[in-house]
């Protein structure tokens, strides 16, 4: 009887709800304003994948790869033109043209020289980086490129 006594206790036990300590050590903290906010992207320096464009998952059978250093982004082979300049000032973002090359509207075919097929939507990966005014660093960690009504999201490779 005393086993029955005890097994029914240790039951009714495993039933209650659990002591409000437990349940604080399961939760995160509260996050400070300084820890949530997220951090200023400085550069662009390194690889970077594509991986959304204009809020769109870039799921296509071939991957984009973007290359930068501190002042360039650019998609290789850069015989292709879409090499472009940039800056960073806060969270704003400029491109502008490399020197050297003449960037190639988005549809024009690339030179005789360096005639290679590109990606799948290629050009709108080239449109947004083009209409990018604002850069931000992602909860994900990612990189967010936007404006003129597009964005271009990054994840370093």
Known sequence: ????????????????????????????PN???AQSAPALVASLAGEWRVAGVDGRAFDEPAGIALSADA??????PRCAGMVRTYRIQG????????KGFVPRKPGE??????AIGLPARFHEVVRAID?????????????????????LLLFSQ
Not at 109 to 114: A, G
Not at 136 to 143: D, L, Q, V
């Open 109 to 114: 075919p690339t030179p005789p020289v360096c």
């Open 131 to 151: 209409a990018a005014t604002m850069i931000r660093r992602t909860a994900n960690n990612g990189i967010e490129l936007s404006g003129g009504g597009r964005s």
């Open 91 to 98: 969270n704003v973002f400029s491109t502008g043209p490399h």
């Open 71 to 76: 002042e360039e982004i650019w998609w290789t």
């Open 31 to 33: 996050p400070s304003p």
């Open 1 to 28: 009887m005393k086993a029955w006594h005890l097994a029914l206790g240790l039951l009714t036990g495993a039933c209650q709800p659990q002591d409000t300590a437990d349940k604080r050590l399961l939760q995160p």
